[in-house]
T-cell receptor, first 115, second 111 residues
Framework: DAGITQSPRHKVTETGTPVTLRCHQT?????MYWYRQDPGHGLRLIHY???????DKGEVSDGYSVSRSKTEDFLLTLESATSSQTSVYFC??????????????FGEGSRLTVL | GQQVMQIPQYQHVQEGEDFTTYCNSS?????IQWYKQRPGGHPVFLIQ?????EVKKQKRLTFQFGEAKKNSSLHITATQTTDVGTYFC???????????FGTGTRLTIIP
């Protein structure tokens, strides 16, 4: 267990409402990631963070924002949820201090349904 | 941007048969990783390959990294029901901190 918890694990919301997913880690890792998983697309990177207040976009960042005000928490926000954002969201942390190395450890996932 | 393609998308095999999934990157990679995701679960790291032409084994699983560091394969010998799941490759390009995942190969076993 890499000490990652995601909350909420399940959420149903309506189009146009804001949603925030939380990823919490207990091991002080620098790198944290948010992925979404959809059938036929595998895992696609939304945003990632390489330190407190240091974040960057992934390949599917439109409609999402993130914040990392402290090492242990990485928040993913949908400002105005749309049905296309119905998905399973995974948070991950990366072990290893050296760039270009280190495996990812994933949280249990958050299943979001936007009606 | 970097793309990682994986084939096949689905594979159904009889228990005891072998299974192979292939991964191809549009760019040269610094390393490639493999993950397994059981139905309803989250991806779990299996292995990382770094060197050109590298081959690593984990019991019945054999992982290869191509000479050009643009492709990789995972081969499972004599599949068992515990091998059921989706296998993902994930590539890391040089100078890039973003791991790009393939679309995955979903393996089902026919008992």
């Amino acid at each position: 267990d890499a000490g990652i918890t995601q909350s909420p694990r399940h959420k149903v919301t309506e189009t146009g409402t804001p949603v925030t997913l939380r990823c919490h880690q207990t091991e002080n890792h620098r790198y944290m990631y948010w992925y979404r998983q959809d059938p036929g697309h595998g895992l696609r990177l939304i945003h990632y963070s390489y330190g407190v207040k240091d974040t960057d976009k992934g390949e599917v960042s439109d409609g999402y924002s993130v914040s990392r005000s402290k090492t242990e928490d990485f928040l993913l926000t949908l400002e105005s949820a749309t049905s296309s954002q119905t998905s399973v969201y995974f948070c991950a942390i990366r072990h290893g201090r050296i760039a270009n190395t280190g495996e990812l450890f994933f949280g249990e996932g958050s299943r979001l349904t936007v009606l | 941007g970097q793309q990682v393609m994986q084939i096949p998308q689905y594979q159904h095999v009889q228990e005891g048969e072998d299974f192979t999934t292939y991964c191809n990157s549009s760019t040269t990679l610094s390393n490639i990783q493999w993950y397994k995701q059981r139905p309803g679960g989250h991806p779990v790291f299996l292995i990382q390959l770094v060197k050109s032409g590298e081959v690593k084994k984990q019991k019945r699983l054999t992982f290869q990294f191509g000479e050009a560091k643009k492709n990789s394969s995972l081969h499972i010998t004599a599949t068992q029901t515990t091998d059921v799941g989706t296998y993902f490759c994930a590539g890391l390009a040089w100078g890039n901190e973003k791991l790009t995942f393939g679309t995955g190969t979903r393996l089902t076993i026919i008992p």
